[in-house]
């Protein structure tokens, strides 16, 4: 399984970015996937996920209502729609990729078996 996130980029404060990760492997509608971030200086933290059917998700407070995570498993993508942002949204973005066709969701990054490479997201003031 490869994971490659793309999509970031320097933006000002109340824009919109989408990030996308493209999945390359067998079976992406068996997987969990979830985003996390980790800024400068901070530990990586979870931001959102979503079960392998894309029928339900969750967010981290600090994003619930300004950012959507969801999934095509027919283009084997998972997305991060993220609105409003703001300048402590600022963070390398990561997908992650974990085996599961239940519908628990997992916020502990060290359970996730694979990772993507980052993508930088720079929100200015």
């Known amino acids: 399984v490869q994971l490659q996130a793309s999509g970031g980029g320097l933006v000002q404060a109340g824009d919109s970015l989408r990030l996308s990760c493209a999945f390359s492997g067998l079976a992406f509608s068996s997987y969990y996937m979830g985003w996390f971030r980790q800024a400068p200086g901070k530990e990586r933290e979870f931001v959102a996920g979503?079960?392998?059917?894309?029928?339900?998700?969750y967010y981290a407070d600090a994003v619930k209502g300004r950012f959507t995570i969801s999934r095509d498993n027919a283009k084997n993508t998972v997305y991060l729609q993220m609105n409003t942002l703001k300048p402590e949204d600022t963070a390398v973005y990561y997908c992650?990729?974990?085996?599961?066709?239940?519908?628990?969701?997992?916020?502990?990054?060290?359970?996730?078996?694979?990772w993507g490479q980052g993508t930088l997201v720079t929100v200015s003031s």
């Open positions: 992650a990729a974990k085996p599961g066709i239940n519908d628990i969701h997992t916020t502990n990054s060290r359970r996730f078996d694979y």
């Open positions: 979503i079960v392998w059917s894309g029928g339900s998700t």
